[in-house]
């Protein structure tokens, strides 16, 4: 009798043991973990670009925040992030370091710092918020047709007028920035306002031309129907 409990015993086990090897071969397999590629370092033009967005910031506040020394901090600010905006295509083309980041966004940071210089003169009466919306509505146009062109798989290359535009934004710019330092610092009686009004209006009739100029070169990607 106590073998054929014995014998029982074992049979329930074997067949307990079956079917735990059946569970086991019946488990959906895990799918296996992919690689996960390294993040690729980013190269010298990109890291200056990427410095020259994060200028904007500290420009800013510079420009927003009285003080006697403010004027002078927010031209450091200004020139750093143009002497970036100088290096980082040069050491691309240079160096072969030219990166689809870099395309982007380049001028895209050459505009948010421009704009921004614009913007935060109004409050001061140093800019007309006329010249502001001049400028902006130029770029905001530039940049669809550049979008437009990019798909049709289409580079358009920026014109003479427009790097005129840029350098007389630029100047107009600094100027107004230096001013503003000599009058804050040395209590020089210079009429910065009338000054800078000037020179913005100039610039902004700067990017009119140009903008114009480039839509007619670039025409024929104007689909009106």
């Not at 993040?39 to 994060?54: E, Q, S």
């Not at 006329?130 to 062109?149: G, H, N, P, Q, W």
């Not at 007028?161 to 107004?176: L, W």
Request: positive net charge; proline residues 4%; contains cysteine.
């Amino acid at each position: 009798m106590f073998l054929y409990q014995c014998a029982d015993n074992m049979c329930v086990l074997i067949s307990l043991a079956r079917q735990g090897n059946d569970c086991v071969y019946n488990m959906p397999r895990l799918p296996a973990k992919k690689k996960v590629k390294p993040m690729k370092k980013v190269n010298l033009p990109n890291k200056l670009t990427i410095l020259r967005l994060l200028l904007v910031p500290l420009f800013t506040a510079f420009m927003l925040i009285d003080g006697r020394l403010m004027p002078i901090f927010a031209l450091i600010t200004f020139a750093a992030a143009s002497v970036t905006d100088f290096f980082d295509g040069r050491i691309a083309r240079k160096q072969g370091l030219v990166t689809d980041f870099g395309k982007f966004f380049d001028p895209i940071a050459d505009k948010i710092l421009v704009l921004s210089a614009f913007i935060c003169m109004i409050p001061s009466g140093l800019c007309s918020p006329v010249v502001a919306v001049i400028v902006l509505t130029r770029e905001f146009l530039i940049s669809s047709l550049r979008l437009i062109a990019a798909s049709h798989s289409v580079v358009l290359a920026a014109g003479k007028s427009g790097k005129i535009k840029t350098a007389s934004q630029m100047f107009s710019i600094v100027t107004v920035l230096v001013l503003l330092s000599a009058r804050s610092i040395f209590g020089v009686n210079i009429p910065v306002e009338i000054i800078s009004n000037i020179l913005m209006w100039l610039a902004s009739a700067a990017a009119v031309y140009s903008g114009i100029e480039y839509v007619w070169r670039n025409r024929q990607l104007l689909d009106l129907g």
